[in-house]
Structures are given as structure tokens and as C-alpha cells.
């Protein structure tokens, strides 16, 4: 379902919609940088195989390999990090746009959120380990936004189709 001006807002609100929005937001994180880091891996190895042959190419894949035994480190970190500071600011953003009946304006609201915590979050990462500020915080702005915005629309899109399937039990019991 596509999300148009005319698409009313789902009451996503409290700490249980808050919780699971979180939860898609780290889900939406995992699929899009794995997207990513799948795409560079191709690039990377396709350059690797035309310059350096196939034992460069098998190395880098067997490299990667290794790698993948410590996803789950990073997806927990990122997890517990969105948990606690996305649920307690998505309950504050939820409660602000009570009266607001776009989707596509809490949408937004949420993926401004997300980029300006982010961005925060990474700038006193960032002062801590002294890395270059400006392009990691731009990355956590960037993954930010996608995250939250992306995990709103989807929490929205899921409980408008969840309404949707039980609208007509509700009107039987009206009966």
C-alpha cells in the first residue's frame, strides 16, 4: 500500500506501538545495510577478480565469511541503542502529532526524528574515539532517517491492514 496526502494517520501511540515500531526500525536498518554491504562486496569483488585474479577473489570471499560470524554483535548494539533512546523520543514524537491526521507528516516527523538522534548519538561516539565527525555524523543522519521513517510507514501500513481485517467483526458485534 502506497501512503498518499489523503491516507489518514495510524494511532501509533504508548509504549507497546512504540516497542514494535522500534523493532521494525532495526529490522529496516539490518535489510538496508545488508543491501548495502552486499552491493560494495560486488563491486569490490568484481574489481578484485578483473585486477588481481581468482585467489584475490576466493580470499575476499572467504575474508567476508569469517565477518559474518560478528553480525549479530553489531545488531544487537544498534538494537539496544534504538531501544532505548528511540522508544522514550517515539512516545514524546507520537504524543506531539496527536492531532496531526497525515501519515505521510508522521512519517516525515519520524524520520527528522531519527536523523537528528542519530546524528547526535554518532557526534559524541565520534568526539569519544576522535574520528571524523562530519561524515559519520552525515551516515548516522542518513540511516537515521531511513530507519525511523521507514519503520513508521510500516508500522502505519500495518495497523491500517490490521484495522482493515477486523473492521468487520466489529461491525458484527455491533449487530
Do not use: Q
Not at 101 to 123: D, N
Not at 130 to 137: E, F, R
Not at 149 to 168: F, M, Q, V, Y
Amino acid at each position: 500500500m502506497i501512503t498518499t496526502a489523503a491516507t489518514p494517520a495510524a494511532v501509533i501511540r504508548g509504549w507497546g506501538p512504540i516497542g514494535m515500531l522500534n523493532l521494525r526500525c532495526v529490522v529496516v536498518l539490518v535489510v538496508v545495510n545488508l543491501m548495502t554491504a552486499l552491493g560494495a562486496v560486488y563491486v569490490v569483488g568484481i574489481r578484485i577478480l578483473a585486477s588481481d585474479g581468482v585467489v584475490a577473489g576466493v580470499a575476499m570471499v572467504v575474508y567476508l565469511a569469517i565477518h559474518v560470524v560478528e553480525l549479530p554483535v553489531p545488531i544487537v548494539a544498534v538494537g539496544a541503542v534504538v531501544a532505548g533512546v528511540g522508544i522514550p523520543a517515539g512516545v514524546v514524537a507520537g504524543r506531539a502529532l496527536r492531532g496531526e491526521a497525515h501519515e505521510w507528516v508522521h512519517v516525515l516527523a519520524f524520520a527528522a526524528v531519527g536523523a537528528v538522534l542519530a546524528a547526535a548519538i554518532c557526534s559524541a561516539v565520534a568526539a569519544a574515539i576522535h574520528i571524523d565527525l562530519g561524515v559519520a555524523a552525515a551516515w548516522a543522519a542518513l540511516e537515521g532517517a531511513v530507519g525511523a521513517g521507514g519503520a513508521r510507514w510500516w508500522s502505519g501500513a500495518a495497523c491500517r491492514k490490521n484495522d482493515l481485517a477486523t473492521a468487520p467483526r466489529r461491525a458484527d458485534a455491533d449487530r
